[in-house]
């Protein structure tokens, strides 16, 4: 698949890398995580476009090297929801009785936007994959 490269001229991707569309990177997702078509097609679809946003990539122009980031990512989101259900519940890591106050366990890894949204070490990851806005 031909798309514009990092000058924003046509041509092949960096690396002479393949390219996937939306709906292609969707179906190896979900296929190669052994899901059934369609069980969760939204949150792949919000991880597929999240990534494109912050690389600003086309949705018809998807390298196929990310694949591995996002199916992590998924993956991550799945084990996280299955563990300990949908949504975020944060650890506790005090509780004081005199004054009522809560304490909340803050690491990188157990952050809503670490979980749910790209963390520091996903955008390390995309950062090579980054385009220049304007250059779709």
Same mark, same amino acid.
């Given at each position: ?13 960096? $690396? ?6 939306? %709906? ?15 069980? *969760? ?6 991880? #597929? ?21 996002? =199916?992590?990512?998924?993956?991550? #989101?799945? $084990?996280?929801?299955?563990? $300990?259900?949908?949504?975020? *519940?944060?650890?506790?890591? %005090? ?32 950062? =090579? *994959?980054? =385009? ?5």
């Amino acid at each position: 698949m031909r798309c514009l490269n990092l000058f924003g001229m046509p041509g092949l991707l960096q $690396n002479k890398e393949a390219a996937m569309t939306f %709906s292609e990177m969707l179906e190896t997702v979900e296929k190669n995580l052994e899901l059934a078509a369609g069980e *969760h097609k939204l949150l792949i679809s919000d991880v #597929i476009r999240m990534v494109c946003d912050y690389c600003n990539l086309s949705e018809n122009c998807i390298p196929d090297i990310l694949e591995p980031v996002i =199916r992590k990512k998924v993956k991550g #989101i799945l $084990n996280y929801e299955e563990a $300990n259900g949908t949504g975020y *519940h944060p650890e506790v890591a %005090s509780i004081k009785e005199g004054d009522g106050s809560i304490t909340w366990v803050q690491t990188d890894g157990n952050t809503k936007e670490s979980i749910y949204g790209l963390s520091s070490s996903d955008k390390a990851a995309l950062r =090579r *994959h980054r =385009r220049l806005r304007g250059y779709d």
